[in-house]
C-alpha cells in the first residue's frame, strides 16, 4: 500500500500486523491460516518473537504459563481485583487494577531472575566456575541492585514451593531431548544450593524462579518475562474477579470493617473494646 503522505502511514510502523479490507496478516501469516492450526502459546511466542515456535517449546512455554495463573486472595494483585469489583468495576477494571500492582516487588522478581541468571550464565561460558560465578553474582547483586535474591524465597511455601520442582523437572527433561540447554536450570538448582548454605536453613526456589529458567531457556528476555507473568497472572484475576461478581460484596477494603488499622498518633481515641 502507497501513501501520498507517508508522514502519516510512517508515524507508527510495526512488523507485529498487516491489515486491507478483508486481510489480517500476524508476522506475515494470515489470520485464517493460524486459527485452527496454532495454540494460544504459540502465538504469544509468535506476536512476541517474531516466528512460530515447534510444538515441544510451545508445550514448555505453556507450562510455565499455567504454574503461575493464581496465588490466592492474598496475593496483592488478585485482592485488587476482588475489592475493584465490589466499587463497581467490571472486568476489565477489575484485571487493569490487578496488571497495576504487578510491578518490581509483586510481580517483577521474574524478570530480574532471568536478568541475575543471565550474568551468571556469562561468567560461566567465559569460563568461569558455576559454583564460583554463582556466588561472585549473589554478592554483586546483594551489593547493587537488592538485599532479596529474586526467584526465591516464599513466605508461605516452605521448605519448598511445589511448582518449582516440577517446572525444573520439565526444562531438564526437555534439555535431555535437546529443546533447551539445561543451563539456565543448572544456574537455579546451584542458586539454590548455595542460598540455603548461607542461610543455614532452605531459601525455596519461588515461582518467579522456577518461571524464569523457563523462559531463559526458551530465549525470552527477562523484561518479557515479566510480560509473559501479568498475561499468566491474568488468569488468575479474571476468574476471582467473576466469582467476587457473583458473591456480591459493597467496598470491600482489605480487612473487615470491624477490624481497625494502628493508630500511632498524637491524640488516640480511647478504644474500650
Given at each position: 500500500m502507497t501513501h501520498a503522505n507517508t508522514?502519516?502511514?510512517d508515524w507508527w510502523s510495526t512488523s507485529i500486523i498487516d491489515m486491507a479490507p478483508g486481510q489480517i496478516r500476524f508476522r506475515g501469516h494470515p489470520?485464517?491460516?493460524?486459527?485452527?492450526?496454532?495454540?494460544?502459546?504459540?502465538m504469544i511466542w509468535l506476536?512476541?518473537?517474531g516466528d512460530l515456535?515447534?510444538?515441544e517449546?510451545?508445550?514448555?512455554l505453556e507450562c510455565a504459563l499455567v504454574a503461575a495463573?493464581?496465588?490466592?486472595?492474598?496475593a496483592p494483585s488478585i485482592a485488587a481485583a476482588r475489592m475493584a469489583v465490589t466499587c463497581g468495576l467490571g472486568l476489565n477494571g477489575a484485571m487493569a487494577s490487578a496488571v497495576n500492582f504487578l510491578d518490581d516487588v509483586?510481580?517483577?522478581?521474574g524478570e530480574q531472575a532471568v536478568e541475575l541468571y543471565t550474568w551468571i550464565d556469562e561468567a560461566v561460558q567465559q569460563g568461569g566456575d558455576l559454583h564460583a560465578a554463582t556466588n561472585n553474582m549473589i554478592d554483586t547483586w546483594q551489593a547493587e541492585r537488592s538485599k532479596f535474591v529474586p526467584g526465591f524465597g516464599h513466605?508461605?511455601?516452605?521448605?519448598?514451593?511445589?511448582r518449582a520442582p516440577r517446572l525444573l523437572a520439565l526444562v531438564e527433561e526437555a534439555a535431555s531431548d535437546g529443546l533447551v540447554s539445561g543451563r539456565f536450570a543448572a544456574i537455579g538448582r546451584v542458586l539454590q544450593i548455595e542460598l540455603n548454605a548461607r542461610k543455614g536453613k532452605p531459601v525455596p526456589m519461588n515461582i518467579d524462579g522456577a518461571t524464569a529458567v523457563v523462559y531463559a531457556e526458551l530465549g525470552f528476555a527477562g523484561p518479557l518475562a515479566r510480560g509473559l507473568f501479568c498475561l499468566s497472572r491474568s488468569v488468575g484475576v479474571i476468574s476471582h474477579a467473576w466469582e467476587q461478581m457473583g458473591q456480591g460484596g459493597r467496598n470491600k477494603g482489605p480487612t473487615p470493617p470491624q477490624y481497625r488499622w494502628t493508630y500511632t498518633g498524637e491524640n488516640p481515641i480511647a478504644d474500650d473494646n
Amino acid at each position: 500500500m502507497t501513501h501520498a503522505n507517508t508522514d502519516v502511514s510512517d508515524w507508527w510502523s510495526t512488523s507485529i500486523i498487516d491489515m486491507a479490507p478483508g486481510q489480517i496478516r500476524f508476522r506475515g501469516h494470515p489470520i485464517e491460516d493460524l486459527i485452527g492450526t496454532v495454540t494460544f502459546p504459540q502465538m504469544i511466542w509468535l506476536m512476541t518473537r517474531g516466528d512460530l515456535p515447534t510444538p515441544e517449546q510451545a508445550r514448555l512455554l505453556e507450562c510455565a504459563l499455567v504454574a503461575a495463573v493464581d496465588h490466592g486472595p492474598q496475593a496483592p494483585s488478585i485482592a485488587a481485583a476482588r475489592m475493584a469489583v465490589t466499587c463497581g468495576l467490571g472486568l476489565n477494571g477489575a484485571m487493569a487494577s490487578a496488571v497495576n500492582f504487578l510491578d518490581d516487588v509483586h510481580g517483577g522478581a521474574g524478570e530480574q531472575a532471568v536478568e541475575l541468571y543471565t550474568w551468571i550464565d556469562e561468567a560461566v561460558q567465559q569460563g568461569g566456575d558455576l559454583h564460583a560465578a554463582t556466588n561472585n553474582m549473589i554478592d554483586t547483586w546483594q551489593a547493587e541492585r537488592s538485599k532479596f535474591v529474586p526467584g526465591f524465597g516464599h513466605r508461605f511455601h516452605r521448605p519448598e514451593d511445589p511448582r518449582a520442582p516440577r517446572l525444573l523437572a520439565l526444562v531438564e527433561e526437555a534439555a535431555s531431548d535437546g529443546l533447551v540447554s539445561g543451563r539456565f536450570a543448572a544456574i537455579g538448582r546451584v542458586l539454590q544450593i548455595e542460598l540455603n548454605a548461607r542461610k543455614g536453613k532452605p531459601v525455596p526456589m519461588n515461582i518467579d524462579g522456577a518461571t524464569a529458567v523457563v523462559y531463559a531457556e526458551l530465549g525470552f528476555a527477562g523484561p518479557l518475562a515479566r510480560g509473559l507473568f501479568c498475561l499468566s497472572r491474568s488468569v488468575g484475576v479474571i476468574s476471582h474477579a467473576w466469582e467476587q461478581m457473583g458473591q456480591g460484596g459493597r467496598n470491600k477494603g482489605p480487612t473487615p470493617p470491624q477490624y481497625r488499622w494502628t493508630y500511632t498518633g498524637e491524640n488516640p481515641i480511647a478504644d474500650d473494646n
